[in-house]
């Protein structure tokens, strides 16, 4: 498989709002990097798809830019395969503290405890391993998603025992190694892309967790129902499966969505107090994460 990488210098100020662009635009991925002999400059590397050529996709970031009122200088553009873009980011991916006692390493690094000052004795250690998948346990979303599935566990009516948590685009799975570490025994992921349900069922594997991976979609792969739901997309998806997602939860259950982004924000509103009451909202940066019942 190919990809276009596009290269933009930005001031390091607006990264939060080149994070929104990319978000919507629904890029593979995308570094930061501080440029040593100017700490108020960040070089920001993006990975899009060869659906549309380098001219394409930089025309179409050129327009997002305008639109945000964002200067940039730089941008320039490459195509690349598998290989080396699995190898551009992996080296920025360090370990990271998902909840208060769960660690998430990537599998080509090592935790080094004297490092990390929150480090106990109690801490678990999980391996995580990202190919083509969205999930390092690193961003706002995942970190808040994780987050209101430890506090919300503990509202269901259900013996932990017998909940069953599903996610939505699970991606590398990262959720479901959460899921299981708070105590959920019944797992089930899913996801469009066949790659990243691959990647998730041996995240799971590697640490010796049990869970359901489907390749397929919501409305015509899965046919069960869930105590605890996970949705951590953008808004497009979101707009879509908020309507479904209802007769998937048990009653008294939980679903918990993410990937909203602050320019985005009154356009998914609707479709959630349509159809949903929120229990909770997070907000970190631009992302939006919300509880709802």
Known sequence: MKWIEISITVEVAVI???AAIFND??????????????????????YLGVDKDEEQWKQIIETALQVANISYSDMVSKTVDDEQWYH???????PT???PDLVICPAWQSYDTSTDPLATEQD???????????????????????TLLGKYIHRIPTDLSQQVCLDIGT?????????????????????????????AKENCENNGIEATI??????????????????NLTVDPLKILLPMIREKLHDNGILIIS??????????????????????????????????A
Not at 214 to 231: E, Q, V
């Open 124 to 146: 678990v250690v999980m391996t995580m391993d990202t190919k083509l998948s969205f999930g390092t346990g690193d961003h706002e979303t995942t970190r808040n998603c994780a």
């Open 16 to 18: 939060d709002e080149m």
């Open 25 to 46: 635009i629904e890029s593979n991925g995308y570094i930061e990097e501080t440029i040593e002999n100017n700490p108020n400059l960040s070089r920001v590397t993006i």
């Open 171 to 199: 991606g590398t799975g990262i959720l479901l190694l959460a899921a299981h570490h708070l105590g959920i025994p019944n797992l089930v992921g899913i996801d469009l892309e066949e790659e990243a349900a691959i990647q």
């Open 259 to 292: 990937g909203i982004v602050d320019d985005r924000y009154d356009e998914i509103m609707p479709y959630i107090t349509n159809h949903w009451t929120i229990m909770e909202e997070m907000v970190e940066g631009p992302w939006h994460t919300f509880a709802l």
């Open 88 to 94: 551009s980011w992996q080296q920025y991916i360090m």
């Open 97 to 99: 503290r998902l909840l």
């Open 214 to 231: 489907i390749h397929g979609n919501l409305s015509d792969d899965f046919h069960g129902k869930a105590h605890l739901i996970l949705a």
